[in-house]
């Protein structure tokens, strides 16, 4: 199974991607430190992001290609690391592929996207992490997630160099992961698929991309026969997500003009996909994002393991100003975490 965040299979499998062809490829610099300072109280993740320990973070700014300035800092205590992660966003994309009912018909809700583009099937934001796990991605530490990029003469096709060379992959999506509050986990491996062996464009270019742990998948589209599929028990309510176990069949008696639905069913991350915890806000034009995972997990192969707090760690990170856009912006790196 393909994986990533977007629309069916599909948009989850393109959200997977942490570079563009379109980037400019950075030449090899050296890693930008992080510093996780050793705290004695975990910070509360409501996406708030004024507990205290975090004065007593080290804050690092993050000026992404493309895009806005990030701030990033991290603690951690003896069992978990916590990042905080603020940028200014010009919308909050959280209404993915939400449907409207006018004119005697269902449409999808029309938003503006990045740069005050013409709006767009609405959309969601997301922000992702990848790192090298055990070091095993050959140039990764000295180019970070430029060393997996996109190119043509590969058919755009991101994958690691080799068997063994694995990258671990974070993706908090406003619309899917958030409400859940959580990272949706995943990693990159090294398969490659040829036109011969998988003549469907989008299987082929993203086959190296995999979800951890197994079970069904959380997200689901609305969507029978163009219109939605599901409502919420007791009908349209405005809201923006609707829940597993929370979804009936629709009934067209109930619906009124102006009437909303979520265009997709979230359910809970399967086992292995739920190790990392999250909540976002968005306030001012600005986004809040407080992460935290345990600092070891049981999974030894794909999940990245601090386990060594004396050595670095070493990772790449993309921000997205709306899923489906392509042009997410890149921070530039690599970033070299380290534990004081």
């Known amino acids: 199974m393909r994986v990533g965040i977007f629309a069916g299979v599909l948009v989850t499998t393109v959200g997977m991607m942490l570079l563009s062809t379109n980037l400019f490829i950075l030449a090899q610099q050296a890693p930008i430190p992080v510093e996780s300072i050793k705290v004695n109280v975990a910070p509360k993740i409501d996406g708030d992001g004024s507990d205290e320990v975090w004065q007593k973070a080290k804050e690092v700014k993050i000026q992404t290609k493309d895009g806005p300035e990030a701030k990033l800092k991290s603690v951690y205590t003896d069992k978990e690391i916590f990042f905080l992660i603020t940028w200014p966003d010009q919308t909050e994309s959280i209404n993915m592929d939400m449907w409207v ?7 999808i ?11 767009w099937d609405a959309d969601q ?7 090298n796990i055990k070091d095993s991605v050959t140039g990764f530490n000295e ?9 043509e003469e590969r058919e755009d096709r991101m994958h690691t160099n080799g068997p063994g060379q694995y990258t671990d992959i974070w993706q908090w999506k406003a619309a899917h992961s958030n409400p859940l509050g ?3 986990n995943g990693h990159l491996d090294n398969t490659v698929v040829s036109k011969k062996d998988q003549p469907d464009e989008e299987k082929r270019l993203y086959a190296a991309h995999k979800w951890d742990g197994t079970g069904d998948e959380p997200f689901v589209r609305n969507i029978e026969n163009n219109v939605p599929k599901w409502m919420p028990k007791g009908g349209p309510n405005k809201e ?8 009936v069949p629709l009934d067209p008696s109930v619906v009124k003009p102006g009437d909303t639905l979520p265009g997709w069913v979230i359910g809970p991350l399967p086992k ?19 992460i935290g995972r345990a600092l070891v997990t049981e999974n030894k192969d794909f999940d990245i393991q601090f386990e060594d707090l004396k050595k670095p760690y070493y990772f790449g990170m993309g921000i997205w100003e709306n899923d489906r856009l392509f042009a997410h912006m890149r921070a530039d790196g690599p970033y070299m975490l380290t534990f004081k």
Not at 101 to 107: E, L, P, Q, T
Not at 143 to 151: E, F, P, T
Not at 275 to 283: D, E, L, M, P, S
């Open 101 to 107: 009912f006018k004119d005697g018909a269902w449409s």
């Open 109 to 119: 809700k029309q938003e503006p996207r990045y740069g005050g583009s013409q709006s």
């Open 125 to 131: 934001d997301r922000l992702a992490f990848q790192w």
């Open 143 to 151: 180019k970070g997630c430029v060393a997996l990029c996109h190119v």
């Open 182 to 184: 959580k990272v949706d």
């Open 240 to 247: 923006p997500f609707l829940m597993k176990g929370n979804e």
């Open 272 to 290: 292995g996909r739920d190790v990392i915890n999250a909540k976002g806000v968005y306030r001012e034009g600005t986004w809040t994002l407080e």
